[in-house]
Nanobody, 111 residues
Framework: QVQLVESGGGLVQPGGSLRLSCVVS??????YNWARQAPGKQREVVAS???????RYVDSVKGRFTISRDNAKNTVYLQMNSLQPEDTAVYYC???????WGKGTLVTVSS
């Protein structure tokens, strides 16, 4: 049983930063994603990273979010800068193609 545990969410003011972490219970060769689901909206993948470090981002977070991974620690990070109220969502860690998901961490951007 693989477990993904996210942390680092919280309340932040517009323009602020947060760093999310996702610890995976064992090493998995796959694509690691950060996805988010805002109230009343569908879940969307916002950032992806492959085992060799190649990254992809959805247009709405390009230049503001950075995904990275530490393979030795089985941990994936999401550095989020210049946060805006529209970034408010539950953020989930995901591994493909196995389709493993964490339980999520809430990010609220509000003044």
């Amino acid at each position: 049983q693989v477990q993904l545990v996210e942390s680092g969410g919280g309340l932040v003011q517009p323009g602020g930063s947060l760093r999310l972490s996702c610890v995976v219970s064992r090493s998995i060769f796959g694509i690691y994603n950060w996805a988010r689901q805002a109230p009343g909206k569908q879940r969307e993948v916002v950032a992806s990273i492959t085992h060799d470090g190649s990254t992809r981002y959805v247009d709405s977070v390009k230049g503001r979010f950075t995904i990275s991974r530490d393979n030795a620690k089985n941990t994936v990070y999401l550095q989020m800068n210049s946060l805006q109220p529209e970034d408010t969502a539950v953020y989930y860690c995901n591994v493909q193609p196995m389709n493993y998901w964490g339980k999520g961490t809430l990010v609220t951007v509000s003044s």
